[in-house]
């Protein structure tokens, strides 16, 4: 099995999570975004919209979105489990990891502030404002939703599919200033996960391509 | 069972075609976007982003983010299956759902679309370049999925979560004068799609809220 990522993208970080939570072993092909590589035509046949991450299969199968590609892995592995047994937990998990993925990470990522500045002429407080409206929403709601779900983690005192989405929001929110200061749950959450060596050995630092030093 | 919604809501439109598809009663509640229904304290405590929409199950439980909602009803009331049974083909399906939920609809949405004309001054053209690169390019990349997995439908010949994210995009996008011309295999799926009476009972005209006439 093969990731192709990005050491600093959320959603490739997302996937490092899972499979180290799951102990899958994964050769690892860096996709640099800053030289534009994810638009090389090699790479856009595994992945047509010219992101990251892609998870490609023994047999070939190049498996797209990093929500697709958890619940892939908790299919194919399904021990341990990044979901809850009950139904309804489930989807409380599912979406926390969707508010995440839909709501705030596609709203920060990086064509998008690229976008805002360089073509929109968005100045420092416009960028401001965008991030702490729509990501920093949406992270105020996850804290919300926590109060219902949490334990130690995301949902109870195990971690799942929400934390794998969570970790590195946080981490790519804090980078691009985003203010979490009110978010006390979410920040106790985020600082279990982070003591967990999968959490450590998927982090954007612990990988291949990052800046050495 | 309850949903609580919004006729012209892309998300609720998501569900609906689901509920239809499997054959689940329901009652349906609508929550007046335009008046800001969706920010009213009761609706936040369902829902804490103030989004539609929201399943409320008959226990109570208020289960938030369509994606999350489609796979609770999938597991909850597995036949007819909206996702096939191979693990590979089950991802590419998601994948597909996820393109559209995590990359053509964020940035489509009314309160960003309002947020951009309102607050960050763009123009007309300014919208129609935004909505062209991001939703616009995002289809784009579904078509080529679809170039792999496509059938009468988005993955084979029976609709599956796929489609029910496509449909309600493909609405939407029409609506805001995105041109999808280019793209001749969604075209004829989608149209596969609407032919379908679950489709048609799940329309945004045929839905309570739905201006008359």
Same mark, same amino acid.
């Given at each position: ?43 856009? #046949?595994?992945? +047509?919209?010219? &992101?990251?991450?892609?998870?490609? @299969?023994?047999?070939?199968? *190049?498996?797209?979105?990093?929500? =697709? ?11 341990? #489990?990044?979901? +809850?047994?009950? &139904?309804?937990?489930?989807?409380? @998990?599912?979406?926390?990891? *969707?508010?995440?993925?839909?709501? =705030? ?34 992270? =105020? ?73």
């Amino acid at each position: 099995m093969k990731l192709y990522g990005y050491w600093r993208s959320s959603a490739t970080y997302r996937v490092r999570i899972v499979l180290a939570l799951k102990g899958i072993d994964y050769d690892y092909e860096p996709v640099n975004l800053l030289k534009g590589e994810q638009k090389n035509s090699a790479y856009l #046949s595994k992945n +047509p919209n010219g &992101l990251v991450p892609t998870l490609v @299969t023994d047999d070939g199968d *190049a498996l797209n979105q990093s929500l =697709a590609i958890m619940e892939y892995l908790e299919e194919s592995f399904p021990d341990p #489990s990044i979901l +809850p047994g009950d &139904l309804e937990t489930r989807a409380k @998990t599912r979406a926390i990891a *969707a508010t995440i993925a839909c709501e =705030a990470q596609p709203l920060m990522n990086l064509r998008i502030q690229k976008y805002l500045k360089e073509e929109a002429s968005f100045d420092d407080n416009a960028v401001k404002d965008w991030l702490s409206r729509w990501p920093g929403g949406a992270m =105020a709601a996850v804290e919300k939703m926590t109060a219902e779900t949490g334990g130690d983690f995301c949902v109870g005192d195990t971690p799942t599919m929400a934390d794998a989405c969570l970790v590195p929001q946080w981490f790519g929110a804090l980078r691009f200033g985003i203010d979490l200061s009110g978010l006390t749950r979410l920040k106790k959450i985020y600082e279990h996960c982070i003591a967990l060596p999968a959490f450590e050995n998927a982090h954007p630092l612990n990988q291949p391509d990052a800046p050495k030093g």
